[in-house]
């Protein structure tokens, strides 16, 4: 209290219950408790992101609009997000590589592995030896059959519903038209 007024600190939810839990001993001078009170938000920012790499990889990006949802303040989330990248814990790299050949296993196409990539704010430009270490045209022809060949043949527009599934699968024009029309006259043979 200054003079009669009062101020607020809001912190994320995790902080506020360690708050209640009375993780800071109280009564402070105001200074001094905003400063513990931050002090003790970069801690659970921290374990919180860590909590959430030991489910799956995030790309930074991602993982700091996670925290930012979560509601910590950006300061925190910066030196978290350092000290997981120091500690080799949060890597953009590694989050892609993995991310491209898991989505490459699922079926998923060049563009939609790249859309994906980029929503999660990942530049596939900054990968080393991309596109040619993760695609080749034979391969992603290959897995577009191999999607096609486990997809029944449509009675009605076969050529324009097989266009579709693979299109939005994230198969590239070409690929997708050689593919079905591959397909389709396998089909008839």
């Known amino acids: 209290?200054?003079?009669?007024?009062?101020?607020?600190?809001?912190?994320?939810?995790?902080?506020?219950?360690?708050?209640?839990?009375?993780?800071?001993?109280?009564?402070?001078?105001?200074?001094?408790?905003?400063?513990?009170?931050?002090?003790?938000?970069?801690?659970?920012?921290?374990?919180?992101?860590?909590?959430?790499?030991s489910r799956r990889d995030y790309a930074m990006a991602e993982a700091r609009e996670r925290l930012l949802n979560y509601g910590y303040r950006e300061i925190e989330i910066d030196a978290a997000l350092c000290k997981a990248s120091d500690a080799k814990f949060l890597d953009d790299r590694r989050f892609a590589t993995y991310f491209i050949s898991e989505r490459i296993r699922r079926g998923w196409g060049r563009r939609k592995i790249e859309v994906e990539l980029r929503r999660k704010g990942v530049d596939v430009n900054d990968l080393p030896g991309y596109p040619e270490d993760y695609f080749s045209d034979d391969d992603e022809l290959e897995r577009a059959m191999d999607l096609l060949a486990r997809k029944a043949i449509p009675a009605v527009r076969p050529q324009e519903k097989l266009m579709r599934h693979l299109m939005g699968k994230g198969y590239s024009y070409s690929v997708s038209a050689t593919a079905v029309r591959r397909r389709l006259s396998s089909d008839t043979l």
């Open 1 to 53: 209290m200054d003079n009669g007024r009062s101020r607020e600190i809001v912190v994320p939810v995790r902080v506020g219950r360690l708050l209640m839990d009375d993780a800071i001993a109280l009564p402070l001078a105001e200074e001094e408790a905003f400063d513990s009170i931050h002090v003790l938000e970069g801690r659970i920012c921290f374990a919180q992101l860590t909590e959430m790499l």
